[in-house]
């Protein structure tokens, strides 16, 4: 016996229902997606605001300035080099100066001191700054709330000075580069120069003004050198005549030998002569012995003055440059 078929309509209804899951779980999943996406974003956020000190205690800096140009709001106030305060708003004074507000996290706060100064730059090149200098850390702290003036650069302001120097600058040149200018004169006569040094009388040519006397010049040293060659070969000749081996000096010498010889046997003679003389004194009876002896003596000591005066006469022949000696007897 077969059972009995479920009827028709209950069979719809499961249909519907097996149709509709699905559905349901992706609708799930797409709020579990936009939640986890959600808190993603929320956390990015929380953590950019943590990061950047958005939860931390700070001090309120309010800087006065004459214009507030390139200065927006989140820009920083740097110290050394480090940004230690923030830029929350910009308000205009009532006396129509600039107040630019300033956040500084207390725990940079110190190095801000009362007599801090601060500066808004605004370079040639990149954004404007904003700049705190403290030469004296050991100063009283910057109180919160505290209004400081700003002292403001703008590089900018010396382009037109900048230019105005550039345009006299090329001026300047211009004129010194001119056909007729100085330099260009200076420039001919250089040119000038050069080529009268690459001419034919050379530098000579160009000191004296003319070929003709740089020539003269040149014919003068050329006889000054043949004329020092001829006193060199002229040195040459008497330093052989007078030094050679046949020369005057050796003869010279060779004479004063043989006059020494000479004076030695007439200083032989002398010698004699005071004996003879020495016996003549003790014997002064014997005359006419002693006179003979006198005699042979005397002819000794002429025969040597003969011979020393050939001697004399001999050495002045030969010695061209002697002078008259008078040899004189005692």
Do not use: C
Not at 24 to 31: E, I, P
Not at 84 to 93: D, K, M, P
Not at 133 to 140: N, R
Not at 219 to 224: V, Y
């Amino acid at each position: 016996m077969t059972s009995p078929s479920p009827p028709e309509p209950m069979a719809a209804e499961l249909g519907d229902a097996e149709l509709i899951r699905p559905v349901v779980h992706l609708r799930l999943k797409a709020f579990a997606l936009l939640f986890f996406t959600l808190l993603l974003v929320v956390g990015s956020a929380l953590y950019l605001m943590v990061a950047r000190g958005a939860f931390e205690p700070t001090q309120r800096l309010v800087l006065i300035a004459d214009d507030s140009e390139g200065v927006v709001v989140g820009m920083d106030m740097t110290f050394s080099g480090f940004p230690i305060g923030r830029v929350r708003r910009i308000e205009l004074g009532g006396d129509g100066t600039a107040r630019i507000l300033i956040d500084v996290p207390q725990k940079d706060a110190h190095w801000l001191r009362v007599s801090s100064v601060f500066t808004l730059v605004r370079g040639i090149v990149g954004g404007t700054g904003i700049r705190a200098y403290t030469g004296m850390l050991e100063d009283a702290p910057l109180p919160d709330g505290a209004e400081r003036p700003v002292l403001r650069g703008d590089a900018t302001a010396e382009i037109p000075q900048l230019m105005s120097s550039a345009r006299e600058l090329l001026g300047n040149l211009n004129a010194l580069t001119a056909a007729d200018s100085a330099l260009g004169t200076s420039l001919g006569n250089v040119a000038t120069l050069t080529e009268r040094l690459q001419g034919p009388g050379g530098a000579l040519g160009m000191l004296l003004g003319s070929e003709t006397d740089a020539k003269k010049i040149v014919q003068t040293l050329d006889r000054t050198n043949a004329l020092l060659a001829r006193i060199d070969r002229m040195a040459a000749r008497a330093d052989e005549q007078v030094f050679g081996a046949q020369g005057v000096m050796p003869e010279a010498r060779a004479t004063v030998v043989e006059l020494r010889k000479l004076l030695a046997d007439a200083r032989a003679s002398l010698t004699k002569v005071d004996a003879v003389l020495v016996q003549a004194q003790a014997v002064g009876a014997n005359v006419a012995e002693g006179t003979a002896d006198l005699d042979a003596l005397r002819a000794d000591v002429e025969a040597s003055l003969r011979k020393v005066d050939g001697l004399v006469n001999e050495i002045n022949r030969r010695w061209p440059f002697a002078r008259d000696k008078e040899i004189v007897l005692p």
